[in-house]
């Protein structure tokens, strides 16, 4: 691991994107949210994901250009199509959209198809309630998770974000169904440490710690049965109402051949009717248990993560940084 300052990240990240023919203002939102990930302690969603981003603009499974047809098909419910844009690039502009329909008609969805990866759920989740709205952000992935009791992945990492005004910040709470994310093996398999034990099965059902036999076998749902559970029923809502694939169907978000058929649904709400802050305090004031040295609200460990990686700079990946460097035509650099 290496520390490098969050400017020269971003700096190099958005030139690579640029280079690869991206548009200057998507380059920088996709950037901008590769970056919040790097920054809140998250790089199985920051820029390791970047080569293949640049990978499948290569391959034409990603038009960076596009930003999505829109279809209301009712007063609150927005369809897209994102026309294989860079996913932040085609859910920044629908969130957009139903924050103000939702002015209107008190709530407002936005459900998405054929667009690619929208990356860390939390920052759209954050961005939206620090403008006084709640949220709900789902999304869909390549089936990597097996079904309680099962051997063989059948349901996507089906990730949920909630973002809630509240006080100076807001409620934000970010969780795949699964024990991991994909991603977060990947970025094992990267630093070449062992899993957990409890995290995978191999391509055989049996339990493994090699991160790279992971890759190619199930992640276990979180909270065993409950986390099956909900990961299901986020697989049937948002495939169903986004049309999108389903199952063992859906790809495009691990490798750089695919046209990207997974789904994302976001609902948006003017809220709350209430001041919340007064409650979160209290949380915060609670005695903390035996091994704890306080009682923290989702999301307030990745925003300390971040103040300090701003200020000190952020750890990455060796193999990592010298790929960025490449892809940002600077190998002579490292």
């Known amino acids: ?10 700096t190099l990240a958005e030139k690579a994107l640029r280079d690869s023919g991206v548009p200057e203002n998507h380059a920088a939102l996709q950037t901008d949210l590769l970056m919040e990930a790097e920054l809140r302690g998250v790089p199985s969603h920051g820029l390791l994901r970047l080569s293949r981003i640049i990978a ?33 690039v085609v859910a920044n502009l629908a969130i957009d959209a139903i924050v103000d329909r939702s002015l209107e008609t008190g709530i407002a969805a936005a459900a998405i198809t054929n667009s690619n990866h929208i990356g860390m759920l939390a920052w759209y989740a ?64 990267h630093r070449k440490q062992a899993i ?26 979180f909270g065993q049965a409950k986390g099956y559970a909900l990961g299901l029923a986020f697989e049937l809502l948002v495939s169903g109402l986004a049309a999108a694939a389903i199952g063992r169907d859906v790809g495009g978000t691990l490798d ?14 003017p809220g709350p009717r209430r001041d919340l802050s007064e409650y979160l305090s209290a949380i915060r004031a609670m005695e903390p248990a035996e091994g704890f040295s306080e009682v923290l609200i989702p999301g307030e460990r990745g925003r ?13 990946a060796d193999e990592v940084y010298e790929n960025l460097l490449k892809l940002a035509g600077q190998a002579a650099a490292a």
């Not at 391509?203 to 992640?219: F, L, R, S, Y």
């Not at 971040?306 to 952020?314: F, T």
């Open 196 to 221: 957990p034990a409890h995290w995978a099965l191999d391509e055989n059902g049996n339990p493994t710690t090699d991160a790279e036999a992971a890759k190619k076998g199930a992640i276990a749902p």
């Open 256 to 269: 750089d051949t695919s046209v990207c058929n997974k789904g994302d649904l976001v609902i948006v709400m």
């Open 1 to 10: 691991m290496i520390r490098v300052e969050a400017s020269k990240l971003r």
């Open 304 to 316: 300390a993560c971040k103040e300090q990686r701003l200020s000190e700079g952020v750890p990455v």
């Open 126 to 189: 954050e961005k939206v309630a620090l403008k006084g709205h709640s949220i709900i952000v789902l999304s869909t992935s390549e089936a990597l998770v097996h079904p309680w009791g099962a051997r063989k992945a059948m349901i996507g990492t089906n990730p949920i974000a909630i973002g809630v005004p509240g006080g100076d910040q807001p409620f934000v709470m970010d969780t795949a169904t699964s024990v991991v994310s994909m991603g977060e093996v990947h970025d094992y398999a």
């Open 56 to 88: 499948r603009i290569g391959s034409g499974v990603t038009d960076p250009r596009a930003t999505g047809d829109w279809k209301w098909t009712s007063n609150a419910f927005l369809e897209v199509d994102g026309k294989r844009g860079l996913g932040p």
